[in-house]
């Protein structure tokens, strides 16, 4: 593995100069040069998937089928995505004029923000920093990359990756942790996108607050998943242990915890247990020894995980389904919590682990107050029919994102905006809304010489004058 390089403060500023002159060049790049950059990327990864397989094992034992499906595949459908529509998203779009406008042209650029920043998480290694860069290339700015120290495999190859690929004065990725990151924090970056925790995240928007640099934070929190008195049980349980267990638990938009209707508790539980068993222990060899489920990613984050268990325990909580741990595999089971009550860090917490907690309600207004007693979450997953009680909760709260009768999958979406809201983040991304993180939007407004509205509101504020503007204000 590389040593981390150490940058001196005028090590860091040079690159950043570096990368300001091309962002002016960049400033009217072509829909084919950003294509072409972002083709490079494309090409690169149909060359070394293997590698990205391999580093990402090495780093907490990520199954290769998992690799392939999210981390590969949905930086490959962004790339594609953005290839076939950058065209037609960079073109200028015309608006309608109001009637106080009539004469007027107006229209909307997109231009480059310019100088970015990306700094990326651990959990999702390949794809949390390569799919913002895709949607910085598209929009048309350099970058300085900042990937996970907690994931030195694929930070490795994502350095690699870039070196190989661009000149450092239009991609850079520098490495370290929370020392280098605050260093390169003080640069007056035009945007800065972060994907992490809500606790950083602030840091990152008090750093960038000091050059008014705008930011899109990525950020987690506690998912709710209602299970209503009629959703599909076994299809609810089947998808919500797939949504869950995936990257062993580490995911920004995993079910965090349950709430099912008092009724069909009991009978949802068994389809819990019967689909665990299903999908990571067929031949019946332990789950221990299942090769679909990922490790924790490092002993700080087992004893935190072990610690919610511990605590969940200790105040009067029942497992319901698994709960053993292995310290030196990394390895936690997928575990079930209930009986739980408001004391416990579980249901603080955002868990980022393979530990499901299950709450309960009778009526849907308590689970519908429950989320509302809480920071909005990144996603909320209901699963039921498509009637009353699912709009109640659509209208009621408020999320970055909802799925119905499903979990997780929205991520992949390439036309609705990701991201969350208030404590959950702050922008959007993937797609098109990615390629707006990155672009100013420039609102361009065309008036005729000579003669047009405008003259008629102008001083001298005679009588006639006056006439018009109270007109105005009273019509338009
Ligand atoms: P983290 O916030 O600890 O770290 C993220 C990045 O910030 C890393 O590159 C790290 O080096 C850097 N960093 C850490 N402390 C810093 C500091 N004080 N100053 C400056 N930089 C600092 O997050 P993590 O543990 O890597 O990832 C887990 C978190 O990320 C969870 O909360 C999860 O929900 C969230 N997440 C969100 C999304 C999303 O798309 N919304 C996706 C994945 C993960």
């Known amino acids: 593995m590389m040593e981390f390089q150490s940058y001196s403060l005028k090590e860091l500023s040079n690159l950043f100069e570096?990368?300001?002159?091309?962002?002016?060049?960049?400033?009217?790049?072509?829909?084919?040069?950003?294509?072409?950059?972002?083709?490079?990327?494309?090409?690169?990864?149909?060359?070394?998937?293997?590698?990205?397989?391999?580093?990402?094992?090495?780093?907490?034992?990520?199954?290769?089928?998992?690799?392939?499906?999210?981390?590969?595949?949905?930086?490959?459908t962004e790339i594609n995505h953005a290839i076939k529509n950058l065209n037609s998203w960079m073109k200028?779009?015309?608006?309608?004029?109001?009637?106080?406008?009539?004469?007027?042209?107006?229209?909307?650029?997109?231009?480059?923000?310019?100088?970015?920043?990306?700094?990326?998480?651990?959990n999702y290694p390949f794809n949390l920093a390569i799919g913002p860069l895709i949607s910085a290339l598209a929009a048309g700015c350099p970058v300085i990359l900042k990937p996970s120290e907690l994931t030195p495999h694929t930070s490795d190859l994502i350095q690699q990756m870039i070196e190989?690929?661009?000149?450092?004065?239009?991609?850079?990725?520098?490495?370290?942790?929370?020392?280098?990151?605050?260093?390169?924090?003080?640069?007056?970056?035009?945007?800065?996108?972060?994907?992490?925790?809500?606790?950083?995240?602030?840091?990152?928007?008090?750093?960038?607050s000091r050059n008014l640099s705008s930011v899109t934070l990525e950020l987690g929190g506690k998912s709710p998943t209602i299970v209503h008195l009629t959703a599909d049980l076994k299809d609810a349980a089947e998808k919500i242990v797939a949504g869950k267990f995936l990257n062993c638990g580490q995911t920004c938009v995993a079910p965090d915890y349950l709430l099912i209707h008092e009724e069909v508790k009991e009978h949802f539980l068994m389809e819990v247990k019967v689909a665990i068993k299903k999908m990571y222990d067929p031949d019946l060899k332990g789950l221990e020894n299942s090769e679909d489920l990922a490790r924790i990613v490092n002993s700080n984050n087992f004893q935190r995980l072990h610690s919610l268990l511990d605590d969940a325990k200790a105040k009067g909580g029942k497992i319901e389904f698994g709960g053993n741990t292995n310290p030196d595999d990394l390895y936690i089971e997928p575990t079930i919590l209930g009986d739980l009550n408001d004391s416990m860090r579980v249901l603080e917490e955002e868990i980022f682990g393979p530990i499901l907690p299950i709450l309960t309600y009778n009526a849907l207004e308590e689970a519908i107050s429950y989320i509302n007693s809480k920071p909005k979450p990144l996603a909320l997953y209901y699963f039921g029919k498509e009637d009353d009680s699912y709009q109640e909760v659509l209208q009621k709260?408020?999320?970055?994102?909802?799925?119905?009768?499903?979990?997780?999958?929205?991520?992949?979406?390439?036309?609705?905006?990701?991201?969350?809201?208030?404590?959950?983040?702050?922008?959007?991304?993937?797609?098109?809304?990615?390629?707006?993180?990155?672009?100013n939007e420039k609102g361009v407004l065309k008036?005729?010489?000579?003669?047009?509205?405008?003259?008629?509101?102008?001083?001298?504020?005679?009588?006639?004058?006056?006439?018009?503007?109270?007109t105005l204000i009273k019509w338009l």
């Open 397 to 439: 709260t408020s999320s970055g994102n909802v799925m119905l009768n499903d979990c997780v999958l929205h991520f992949l979406h390439p036309n609705l905006p990701f991201g969350g809201v208030n404590n959950s983040g702050i922008g959007k991304s993937h797609g098109y809304f990615g390629y707006l993180a990155f672009s």
């Open 18 to 76: 570096l990368q300001k002159e091309t962002a002016l060049k960049w400033r009217q790049s072509s829909s084919s040069e950003r294509i072409l950059r972002l083709e490079k990327i494309k090409n690169w990864i149909s060359l070394n998937q293997k590698w990205i397989k391999s580093a990402i094992y090495e780093d907490f034992k990520k199954p290769f089928p998992e690799t392939d499906l999210s981390e590969i595949f949905p930086v490959t």
């Open 447 to 470: 008036q005729r010489v000579g003669f047009n509205n405008s003259t008629l509101i102008k001083p001298p504020y005679d009588f006639k004058t006056k006439k018009i503007i109270s």
């Open 92 to 122: 200028p779009k015309k608006v309608d004029s109001s009637l106080s406008m009539a004469g007027t042209k107006g229209k909307i650029f997109f231009e480059p923000k310019g100088t970015s920043l990306i700094i990326s998480p651990w």
């Open 164 to 208: 190989e690929l661009f000149d450092k004065a239009e991609v850079a990725v520098i490495q370290g942790g929370v020392e280098i990151t605050q260093q390169v924090l003080e640069l007056p970056f035009d945007h800065i996108f972060f994907t992490g925790s809500p606790t950083v995240g602030k840091k990152i928007m008090e750093a960038a």
